[in-house]
């Protein structure tokens, strides 16, 4: 079965830092996609990046980018000039392009505090 | 923002009793989720619907029980709701049968057991 850890339960950042959030995975899968959520306080969460295996180039969505290691299952989120409204809870996620959304596997979280 | 309103967005029930917990949508989505979030555990899968009258279990759907009539109704029913079950319940929707897509979420239920 597949899983993901997230191994910082709490991370603080100082405003206009930059910040990096860890996310390991186990799959014996070679295809398959990654997912970064954000949780903001108000709680609807919304998708921060998404990465797909098959891709050797990082993703990058404005001042968020990511750090995909694939031999090492590693899929860390980079916040870069860290704002207040960065923080939230971010979820790291798994999933297999074959089959439904039901695949998907969250990991705990990581919960961000932004520091002015 | 995706047109996903969950109801009621609170609730204090006692051990027992019945509940149910509505996710209605405006998006025509075919793909729909719930989830329980809770500290230390994530997310987790209860229950989805990939079309009307579709359903099937999810990672933890033992006390749960789910129903979709229509397109835009996903309701989630506790039959007797237990302390266990406190928690805050998310309802998703997607319109892709894989995750190449992204989910949509709901503000949440948040769902008190005494």
């Known amino acids: 079965a597949q899983t993901v850890t997230q191994s910082q339960p709490e991370m603080s950042v100082q405003e206009a830092e930059t910040v990096t959030l860890s996310c390991t995975y186990d799959t014996s899968e070679s295809d398959y996609y990654l997912f970064w959520y954000k949780q903001p306080p108000s709680r609807q969460m919304i998708l921060v990046i998404r990465q797909e295996a098959y891709k050797q180039q990082n993703a990058t969505e404005n001042r968020f980018s990511v750090n995909f290691q694939k031999a090492a299952k590693s899929f860390s989120l980079k916040i870069s000039d860290s704002q207040l409204g960065d923080a939230a809870m971010y979820f790291c996620a798994y999933s297999l392009p074959q089959g439904g959304s039901e695949k998907l596997v969250f990991g705990k979280g990581t919960k961000l505090t932004v520091n002015p | 923002d995706a047109g996903i309103t969950q109801s009621p967005r609170h609730k204090v029930t006692e051990t027992g009793t019945p509940v149910t917990l509505r996710c209605h949508q405006t998006?025509?989505?075919?793909?729909m989720y719930w989830y329980r979030q809770d500290p230390g555990h994530g997310l987790r899968l209860i229950h989805y619907?990939?079309?009307?009258?579709?359903?099937d279990k999810g990672e933890v759907s033992d006390g749960y029980s789910v129903s979709r009539s229509k397109t835009e109704d996903f309701l989630l029913t506790l039959e007797s709701a237990t302390s266990s079950q406190t928690s805050v319940y998310f309802c998703?929707?997607?319109?892709?049968?894989?995750?190449?897509?992204?989910?949509?979420f709901g503000e949440g239920s948040r769902l008190t057991v005494l």
């Open positions: 619907s990939y079309g009307v009258k579709d359903t």
């Open positions: 998703a929707i997607s319109d892709r049968p894989t995750n190449t897509g992204e989910l949509f």
């Open positions: 998006e025509n989505h075919r793909y």
